[in-house]
C-alpha cells in the first residue's frame, strides 16, 4: 500500500483546456492499486449511475503523477495528499479544487516491534536503532525537525517488511491500514505510532479537480461529490462486496487482509468532525496549518493562501 508516498517531483504540465460534454465518460485517477483506501469510490459506481454520470475509476501505481495527469487534462479527477496539492499550487498548479477529504486522520505511521516499549515517536526517533523510511517526504523533515537530534540512524526503506521482521532492532515506516496487518500475519508483535501524533496531519486520499471546471460546471462537480459520499458510506457499513470487486482487480491481496484493513481505516475517515458534519468535511484551519508547514520546512517557496484551495460541497 503506497498510495501515500509520493515524489514531490517539479510540475511539468501546463493547465490544458478541456472539454466537458455532459454525456461523456469522466476519468477519475487513483495513486495506488484498488485496496480498501479507495473502497468508497469503487463503491460509489451505483450512485454515479443514479446521477446520470460515467465515471471510470483508473487504478494508479507507484509514483503516478494524479496531480499532474489532472493539470494535462488527461483525467478530470484525481486522487492526492493535500500536501502534495499545497506544493503543486506552489509550483504553479493554481487551477485545482479539493473538493472531498476521504481520511481526516493521516494513516502514515512508524512501526516498531513491541518488544522494545517505546511510547511515543519521540522515543522511536531517539533511540539507537535502524528506522526504515523515505527520507524526502514531508512528514519525515517535519520529524526529523520537531525531534532533533535523532539518535536513531536512518536508511531508505526499499518497501516490504523482510528487513522489519527479521530484526527487532528495525522500526520502519507504515501505513496503519498495511504493513502492521502483515507484520501481524506473519506472527510478530508490533507497536504503530501515527504520524499524525506529532502535529503533522494533512488529508489524504483528498479527491481534487481542476478550479476551472468547478465554475464552469457545478453541478457535475457536486453530483460527483454526492456519489463518493455515499459509496464511502455504503463502504463504511458493509465493505464485503466492493472487497470481492476490488479483488477482481488486485488479487495480490487476499480476501482477509482486505477486510481487516478495511476495519483499520474506519476511525481514520469517520470522526467526530464527520459525524458533526458529513464524510469528507475539510476545515479551513487545517488547511491554513499545513502550508503554514510546509513553508517552515522550505517545501514551499511562499506561504499558500489556501482558502480557495478547498470547497465543502
Not at 503543486?88 to 493554481?94: F, L, N, P, Q, T
Given at each position: 500500500?503506497?498510495?501515500?508516498?509520493?515524489?514531490?517531483?517539479?510540475?511539468?504540465?501546463?493547465?490544458?483546456p478541456h472539454s466537458w460534454a455532459a454525456d461523456s465518460e469522466l476519468k477519475l485517477a487513483l495513486n495506488w492499486k484498488a485496496e480498501p483506501q479507495f473502497?468508497?469510490?469503487y463503491a460509489a459506481d451505483s450512485h454515479f449511475q443514479k446521477l446520470g454520470l460515467k465515471v471510470k475509476v483508473l487504478e494508479g501505481g507507484s509514483g503516478t503523477p494524479t496531480i499532474q495527469m489532472l493539470a494535462a487534462g488527461q483525467v478530470d479527477y484525481?486522487?492526492?495528499?493535500?500536501?502534495?496539492?499545497?506544493?503543486?499550487?506552489?509550483?504553479?498548479?493554481?487551477?485545482?479544487?479539493?473538493?472531498?477529504a476521504t481520511y481526516?486522520?493521516?494513516p502514515?505511521?512508524?512501526?516498531?516491534?513491541?518488544?522494545?516499549?517505546?511510547?511515543?515517536?519521540?522515543?522511536?526517533?531517539?533511540?539507537?536503532?535502524?528506522?526504515?523510511?523515505?527520507?524526502?517526504?514531508?512528514?519525515?523533515?517535519?520529524?526529523?525537525?520537531?525531534?532533533a537530534p535523532l539518535k536513531v540512524t536512518t536508511a531508505p526503506d526499499a518497501g516490504g517488511i523482510g528487513l522489519f521482521l527479521r530484526d527487532q532492532k528495525i522500526s520502519q515506516q507504515c501505513f496503519v491500514t498495511s504493513e502492521p496487518l502483515a507484520a501481524e500475519k506473519a506472527h510478530v508483535k508490533v507497536k504503530t505510532f501515527l504520524v499524525s501524533e506529532s502535529g503533522y496531519n494533512p488529508y489524504t486520499t483528498v479527491?481534487?479537480?481542476?478550479?476551472?471546471?468547478?465554475?464552469?460546471?457545478?453541478?457535475?462537480?457536486?453530483?460527483?461529490?454526492?456519489?463518493?459520499?455515499?459509496?464511502?458510506?455504503?463502504?463504511?457499513?458493509d465493505p464485503s462486496v466492493t472487497n470481492s470487486q476490488?479483488?477482481?482487480?488486485?488479487?495480490?491481496?487476499?480476501?482477509?487482509?482486505?477486510?481487516?484493513?478495511?476495519?483499520?481505516?474506519?476511525?481514520?475517515?469517520?470522526?467526530?468532525?464527520?459525524?458533526?458534519?458529513?464524510l469528507g468535511v475539510m476545515t479551513a484551519e487545517r488547511w491554513k496549518t499545513l502550508s503554514e508547514q510546509l513553508f517552515e520546512m522550505k517545501l514551499t517557496k511562499k506561504k499558500i493562501n489556501t482558502e480557495g484551495l478547498f470547497q465543502n460541497l
Open positions: 500500500m503506497r498510495a501515500f508516498c509520493y515524489s514531490l517531483i517539479s510540475l511539468l504540465f501546463l493547465l490544458a473502497g468508497g469510490f484525481a486522487v492526492v495528499s493535500a500536501d502534495e496539492a499545497i506544493v503543486a499550487v506552489d509550483r504553479g498548479a493554481s487551477d485545482v479544487v479539493a473538493i472531498f481526516q486522520t493521516n502514515a505511521g512508524i512501526m516498531t516491534h513491541a518488544e522494545r516499549n517505546f511510547k511515543s515517536l519521540k522515543d522511536v526517533l531517539q533511540s539507537p536503532g535502524m528506522l526504515l523510511w523515505q527520507e524526502g517526504l514531508p512528514y519525515a523533515v517535519y520529524l526529523k525537525k520537531k525531534y479527491l481534487v479537480t481542476k478550479r476551472s471546471r468547478f465554475e464552469k460546471n457545478p453541478d457535475e462537480v457536486i453530483k460527483v461529490v454526492n456519489a463518493v459520499r455515499a459509496g464511502w458510506g455504503d463502504y463504511l457499513r476490488m479483488m477482481k482487480l488486485n488479487p495480490a491481496m487476499d480476501k482477509e487482509t482486505f477486510a481487516q484493513s478495511a476495519k483499520a481505516q474506519v476511525d481514520l475517515i469517520e470522526t467526530a468532525e464527520t459525524r458533526k458534519h458529513v
